[in-house]
């Protein structure tokens, strides 16, 4: 309804030239056919394409003559021209200057053309003419339509309860799939019924997979695994309602997301994906990275596809991870992508900050310094928590968590005083790097592990909070330079963040 919407609005606002980037292109025409049928005076719709050009007109024709015809065409009524894969012929000089001809042309007539291509590419100096209009996956409604129509000639056994879920599990699907989904399930069952679900769920991992930027992330990772962290932990069970209905009630908006920043092997990625666990909601993880690599190609129309598929599948917890990665370079004079990366990432930051939809980003960072400035503004993120290094109180709980994982029933018999004490200086993955070093020890000589092995592997590892001291030093006072909160109470207490600032505030 929104894309109808939307359409009808440019094409009376005389926009003279509108670019649909999908790979549902009988649906999109099904869409245009409507669009056009309703305008009053409804419009004529024409169709063209490289092989057989206008249908109802002079059979093939180059795209130089298309734009031609469109000019020549005379009609009291209001016109729309749907031009299937006009996108490869754009990089051509003469059609990209016979385009810009055109677009003044139609701004004084009621005639609009439509470019429809299953790839969004526009050159550069045709940007400002050509407008984009993207056609979102099918909405719970259409999906209805479409289930209403199959279910005609076949037999079903759904409840309200699963036809609901089985509209839920097809959201984020072109129609095309969801028509072969369904066909495959009553193909195999003879019917339809909830087995269907599963198998509309494996298509959707499967369309996620095939964007190469997005992956349906299997959640392991509980917040029982989190050793420290409280301020966080809390922060975040307050918001474990914050999707509902009732949340919805009673005003609430959609939390739209946090940022981790820290110190590496701290536990961010840890945190990030427990989140999913604890609001019980899907984890999608975005790949950013390749994402804004440009390895995958295409780069813009496969950020316009995630924020697609991340809304469809709303609510869900997309999970960037290591988010300072896809801005590597930016701002830095980094010129190789003629800004490809700059529209990226003004597409991503203008959907964070208007998104309402129930899509949680969760990211996290290591080299806050090389993230641009306004990633970090206020109305992208809800809050920006900062990791330290943990407290001995911290580690002790790490400890506990790690221990607890592999010896659960002889936990009492580790003296986590004395670990916490002589681990000063490690981070969450350099105590569970020491533990299983403290195992792979005693292993060797057929013997359980205790206090003492664990000790030793300790008294072998290097902390990365001594190679790296500087860099650590950086972050800390990035972070006690206020832009962001801390992650626990101990750091905000003793930590740097106390040292510079904080403990002005604090009860002494
Ligand atoms: N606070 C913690 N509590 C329990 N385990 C932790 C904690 N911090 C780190 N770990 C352990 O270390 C592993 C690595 O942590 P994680 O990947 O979350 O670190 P990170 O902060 O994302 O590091 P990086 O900056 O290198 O990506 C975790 O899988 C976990 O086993
Ligand atoms: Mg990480």
Redesign the pocket.
Known sequence: MVFEQELDLLIRSNYPIIYIPTPEEERAEQLIARVAEKGSPSRRLHTWDYISGFEDGAGRINPLQAIDEIIKFQSDLPAVFVMRDFHRFLEDVQVSRKIRNLSRHLQNTRKTMIILAPTLSIPADLAEDITVLDLVPPTPDEIDAELDAVLENVPVQLSPGSREALVKACQGLTMNRIRLGLARAIALYARLDERAIPLMLAEKKQQIRRTEVLEFWPVT?TVD?????DILKMWLNQRSAAFTTEAREYGLPHPKGVL?V???????????KAIASLWQLPLLRLDIGRLMGGLVGQSEAKTREMIHIAEAMAPCVLFV??LDKGFAGLGSGFVGDSGTTARVLGTILTWMEEKTSAVFIAA?A?AVETLPPEVLRKGRFDEIFF?DL?SER?RR??FE??LSKVRENRLREFDLGELAFQSEGF???E??QAIVDAMHTAFDERREFQTEDILIAMSQIVPLSKTSQERIRNLQEWAASGRCRPASTDAAQAGLMGQLFGNAGLPS
Not at 225 to 229: K, R, V
Not at 262 to 272: D, M, N, V, Y
């Open positions: 990772e695994d989190i050793g420290g962290l981790l820290g110190i590496q092997g701290t536990g961010k990625s840890l945190s990030a991870d290591e996290t290591n990791i943990p911290e709980e790490i968590v790690h981070n969450g993955a105590i569970e």
